[in-house]
């Protein structure tokens, strides 16, 4: 603590929300954090992560018994959990969009109309939704995915 002498020497995680298209290839299958990057919005990541995981043992467990996985029994996987990992990340956006980065930018409006510096710690969501926000300023939006909630199919 000795070191960090303002809030400008702390740096902040670059928060993502996106996934890939496809999660596997001959050999190899991504799952968690590898297949989609969750925001830190709800703290579910992890429990994503573990869904996928327990998923792919139950899909592949009984085919690993007598074989080497297909890219076909690969795919289930993806299949079995890209559309709750959809759910999840939609709902983070709108989180984020919706709550955390309006009522940060009031706060902000507020400390800068009464002519104080916001030399206060921010909360981690301050802090998440002010990044966020800065990014998204500086290079478009930041989110693959917006707009209304996401079709089975």
């Not at 000795?2 to 596997?24: G, N, P, S, Y």
């Not at 710690?121 to 989110?143: C, D, K, M, N, W």
Request: glycine residues 8%; aromatic residues 6%.
């Amino acid at each position: 603590m000795e070191t960090i002498e303002a809030f400008d020497d702390v740096k902040i995680l670059d928060v993502r929300v996106d996934r890939l298209e496809e999660w596997a290839r001959r050999g190899l299958l991504c799952i968690g954090d590898a297949a989609h990057a969750m925001s830190p919005v709800g703290g579910v990541g992890i429990n994503l992560a573990i869904q996928d995981a327990v998923a792919t043992a139950n899909i592949l467990g009984p085919v690993m018994r007598q074989r080497a996985p297909k890219l076909s029994d690969l795919n289930k996987i993806q299949r079995r959990r890209e559309w709750p990992t959809k759910v999840i990340q939609w709902f983070q956006v709108q989180v984020q969009n919706r709550i955390l980065v309006p009522n940060f930018r009031a706060r902000q409006d507020a400390k800068a109309a009464a002519g104080a510096e916001a030399r206060e710690p921010l909360s981690i969501a301050q802090a998440y939704s002010g990044a966020v926000h800065r990014r998204r300023r500086e290079a478009g939006t930041h989110f693959k995915i917006v707009g209304s909630p996401p079709s089975r199919g």
